[in-house]
């Protein structure tokens, strides 16, 4: 396991590096957590306040597949939005007309 700082109330990665994690931590700006798993990106991670806990999206796949994943997830996202964008037009067209 290994030594990573989160930002407190978001939860969201700050560093690993000891010197500023540890000055973020005197400040109140992160928490540290000493069984952050190792090898993951930090993209990947967020503490859970809730559970006191690391989350790892995408837990159980490499980096790789992980990115793989992600990838596909927004273009997902993407092209649900351009679907709704291109209904909201039609629907704001017809009512114009």
């Known amino acids: 396991m290994a030594i990573y700082y989160f930002k407190t109330g978001s939860g969201e990665p700050f ?23 190792e090898g993951i990106e930090s993209w990947r991670m ?12 995408y837990a159980g ?4 597949d992980a990115v793989i994943d992600y990838k596909a997830e927004k273009d997902a996202e993407t092209a649900a939005e351009a679907t709704q964008y291109k209904q909201d ?6 009512a114009d007309a």
Request: hydrophobic share 25%; proline share 2%.
């Open 46 to 57: 967020s503490y859970n306040f809730g559970t006191s806990s690391v989350d790892v999206k």
């Open 61 to 64: 796949k490499s980096n790789d």
């Open 15 to 37: 560093t690993d590096k000891t010197d500023a994690g540890d000055d973020a931590v005197a400040k109140g700006h992160a928490i540290k957590v000493s069984d952050a798993p």
């Open 89 to 94: 037009t039609k629907d704001r067209d017809a």
